[in-house]
């Protein structure tokens, strides 16, 4: 099994519609993010957790919340989708100390139509 | 805006020659560089990192250069292979962010035999 499970892996879903993306890990690290990569883009961070109660907005929060339910788990969700939210989207953890490797999921495919 | 830049945005390197990509950086803050190789339909990985104390990192065929006083560094890749043949991505964090990634916008390196 992987150490980080994005589910769904492809979604499409239409405007306007409430979309959940969700992130588990069994790295047992504290620390979660939320990127989105889109072609010629990168990767660019929309939130990030340094553990349950402790959330931050990355570079690109609007549109978007996350909910950190427990260690293991953390989920982004578009509100309200609209189209220019189609993208790749990853959830990565990493541990804690200075600069330690980031794993990410296989990432969801997301198309709002 | 992009903290990190990345060039060339694609490369084309024959089999057994050295494939080269630059990156810089603005914020001297800056303490941890990684390069991620990611292949398609993967999430990205951690291929080799360094910290700013250091100059050159290097392992197996890949090695990162790095200059502080120009604010830039470059990942090498020795004898490439056909293997190689992936997006590349250069990246820079901080501790106050819990060293949350900045990603360049990637390099599309393809080896041919």
């Known amino acids: 099994d992987a150490d980080v499970t994005q589910t769904p892996r492809n979604r499409i879903t239409k405007t306007g519609k409430r979309i959940m993306l969700e992130c588990s890990q069994t790295k047992g690290h504290d620390r979660m993010y939320w990127y989105r990569q889109d072609p010629g883009l990168g990767l660019r961070l929309i939130y990030y957790s340094f553990d349950v109660k402790d959330i931050n907005k990355g570079e690109i929060s609007d549109g978007y919340s996350v909910s950190r339910q427990a260690q293991a788990k953390f989920s982004l969700s578009l509100e309200s989708a609209i189209p220019n939210q189609t993208a790749l989207y990853f959830c990565?953890?990493?541990?804690?100390?200075?600069?330690?490797?980031?794993?990410f999921g296989q990432g969801t495919r997301l198309t709002v139509v | 805006q992009q903290q990190v830049k990345q060039s060339p945005q694609s490369l084309i390197v024959q089999k057994g020659g050295i494939s080269i990509i630059n990156c810089a950086y603005e914020n001297t803050a800056f303490d941890y560089f990684p390069w991620y190789q990611q292949f398609p339909g993967k999430g990205p990985a951690l291929l080799i990192a360094?910290?700013?104390?250091?100059s050159e990192k290097k392992e197996g065929r890949f090695t990162i250069s790095f200059n502080k006083s120009a604010k830039q560094f470059s990942l090498h890749i020795m004898d490439s292979q056909p293997g190689d043949s992936a997006t590349y991505f250069c990246?820079?964090?901080?501790?106050?962010?819990?060293?949350?990634?900045?990603f360049g916008k990637g390099t599309s390196l393809l080896v041919t035999p």
């Open positions: 360094i910290r700013p104390d250091v």
């Open positions: 990246a820079a964090s901080l501790s106050n962010s819990g060293y949350a990634l900045n």
């Open positions: 990565a953890t990493s541990g804690t100390g200075r600069g330690t490797e980031a794993f």
